[in-house]
């Protein structure tokens, strides 16, 4: 808003108007006017634009944001830690805002730098997607480097992708648990990962992928011995000398098992552990004792009685896998394949 006072003979208001320069005439109202045709002088000096923003480095800021760590970054930008580290100064100067605080393991980014990163992930990606994308269909693309649980991946995500495979895609499977296969996606080692939990905060993006409905089962043999409804009329008491196999020591699928079905803590130790549930379904269908299943592993022993139920509740514990991923468009054109491919085959899982 302007200030009346002091233009007050400009906007015609009440004032005395200013005396005219000495030595020069009484300047006439009409004489200030431009001549017609001719556009009007500046009131002042211009300001200078500001100079645009280097696409580098917001490119190198997208990549710091999401991985949340200049460590992490600089590899997938095929760039040194020191080079990430100058390029984020650059352009905290250039805006005049600090965009990330440093902490024990990585950075944390500002509110500014968050808002900043919903404005120009899509214009980013969208111009990656033209100017660094890899070769299209038909040439030879980079290996897709998908990870997940041993199991989950051997049973349901490599039966759908062999089709794929046959038709050029390169695969690099790893395996392990979830939270050290996100670190590793955040890293950037993996392209795509299976997680058991959903990943929070705005590094990762997830959807999720399938539901794994868990199963009390043991071999024929065990379900004998143990006596038909049993556990349905006992709980847990049923159970009670019959060997647990598990997956790890601390029983973890076990145990989420008791407390949803019978709202009790698993005590007790396990009598044999394998970090594979293949493995486990392997002990238990030998007659090994009694164990929890997801449903897509052992529907075929159950179909075929190679493995009996010793329990169907009608609300029985589920977990949801999550697909997730870096956001933003990925350079080679088959890992979109992949993770679309899993998606759309997942529903017959």
């Given at each position: 808003?302007?200030?009346?006072?002091?233009?007050?003979?400009?906007?015609?208001?009440?004032?005395?108007?200013?005396?005219?320069?000495?030595?020069?005439?009484?300047?006439?109202?009409?004489?200030?006017?431009?001549?017609?045709?001719?556009?009007?002088?500046?009131?002042?000096?211009?300001?200078?634009?500001?100079?645009?923003?280097?696409?580098?480095?917001?490119?190198?800021?997208?990549?710091?944001?999401?991985?949340?760590?200049?460590?992490?970054?600089?590899?997938?930008?095929?760039?040194?830690?020191?080079?990430?580290?100058?390029?984020?100064?650059?352009?905290?100067?250039?805006?005049?805002?600090?965009?990330?605080?440093?902490?024990?393991?990585?950075?944390?980014?500002?509110?500014?730098?968050?808002?900043?990163?919903?404005?120009?992930?899509?214009?980013?990606?969208?111009?990656?997607?033209?100017?660094?994308?890899?070769?299209?269909?038909?040439?030879?693309?980079?290996?897709?480097?998908?990870?997940?649980?041993?199991?989950?991946?051997?049973?349901?995500?490599?039966?759908?992708?062999?089709?794929?495979?046959?038709?050029?895609?390169?695969?690099?499977?790893?395996?392990?648990?979830?939270?050290?296969?996100?670190?590793?996606?955040?890293?950037?080692?993996?392209?795509?990962?299976v997680s058991s939990r959903r990943p929070r905060g705005r590094t990762l993006a997830s959807v999720p992928l399938a539901d794994e409905e868990f199963v009390l089962v043991a071999s024929p043999e065990w379900a004998e011995r143990i006596g038909p409804d049993r556990v349905a009329?006992?709980?847990?008491?049923?159970?009670?000398?019959?060997?647990?196999?598990?997956?790890?020591?601390?029983?973890?699928?076990?145990?989420?098992?008791?407390?949803?079905?019978?709202?009790?803590?698993?005590?007790?130790?396990?009598?044999?552990?394998?970090?594979?549930?293949?493995?486990?379904?392997?002990?238990?269908?030998?007659?090994?004792?009694?164990?929890?299943?997801?449903?897509?592993?052992?529907?075929?022993?159950?179909?075929?009685?190679?493995?009996?139920?010793?329990?169907?509740?009608?609300?029985?514990?589920?977990?949801?896998?999550?697909?997730?991923?870096?956001?933003?468009?990925?350079?080679?054109?088959?890992?979109?394949?992949?993770?679309?491919?899993?998606?759309?085959?997942?529903?017959?899982?």
């Amino acid at each position: 808003m302007r200030n009346r006072e002091s233009n007050g003979s400009r906007n015609g208001a009440e004032g005395t108007p200013p005396e005219p320069a000495q030595g020069s005439p009484a300047a006439d109202p009409q004489d200030r006017q431009d001549p017609p045709g001719r556009p009007a002088a500046p009131s002042g000096p211009r300001q200078a634009p500001a100079a645009p923003v280097n696409l580098s480095l917001l490119r190198t800021f997208l990549a710091v944001h999401r991985t949340g760590s200049y460590t992490a970054a600089a590899p997938l930008l095929g760039l040194s830690q020191p080079t990430v580290t100058t390029q984020i100064r650059a352009l905290e100067r250039h805006l005049g805002r600090q965009l990330f605080e440093r902490q024990s393991r990585g950075v944390a980014s500002t509110p500014f730098a968050d808002e900043l990163a919903d404005r120009v992930a899509g214009p980013i990606d969208a111009l990656a997607a033209v100017a660094d994308r890899g070769p299209l269909d038909g040439d030879t693309a980079a290996p897709v480097h998908l990870a997940g649980p041993a199991d989950f991946l051997s049973s349901c995500a490599l039966r759908v992708l062999a089709p794929l495979v046959a038709r050029g895609v390169r695969l690099r499977v790893a395996t392990g648990l979830s939270d050290h296969l996100l670190e590793g996606l955040r890293a950037g080692r993996h392209d795509l990962v299976v997680s058991s939990r959903r990943p929070r905060g705005r590094t990762l993006a997830s959807v999720p992928l399938a539901d794994e409905e868990f199963v009390l089962v043991a071999s024929p043999e065990w379900a004998e011995r143990i006596g038909p409804d049993r556990v349905a009329a006992e709980g847990p008491a049923a159970l009670s000398g019959v060997p647990l196999v598990t997956y790890a020591e601390d029983l973890p699928i076990a145990r989420r098992y008791w407390r949803h079905v019978f709202g009790r803590r698993l005590t007790g130790q396990a009598a044999l552990t394998m970090p594979d549930l293949r493995g486990v379904l392997t002990a238990v269908t030998a007659g090994a004792g009694v164990t929890v299943l997801p449903d897509y592993l052992c529907r075929a022993e159950l179909a075929s009685g190679a493995l009996v139920p010793l329990l169907s509740p009608e609300d029985p514990p589920i977990n949801t896998a999550y697909l997730v991923q870096r956001p933003g468009t990925a350079d080679n054109p088959h890992v979109a394949l992949v993770r679309d491919h899993l998606l759309r085959e997942s529903r017959t899982w």
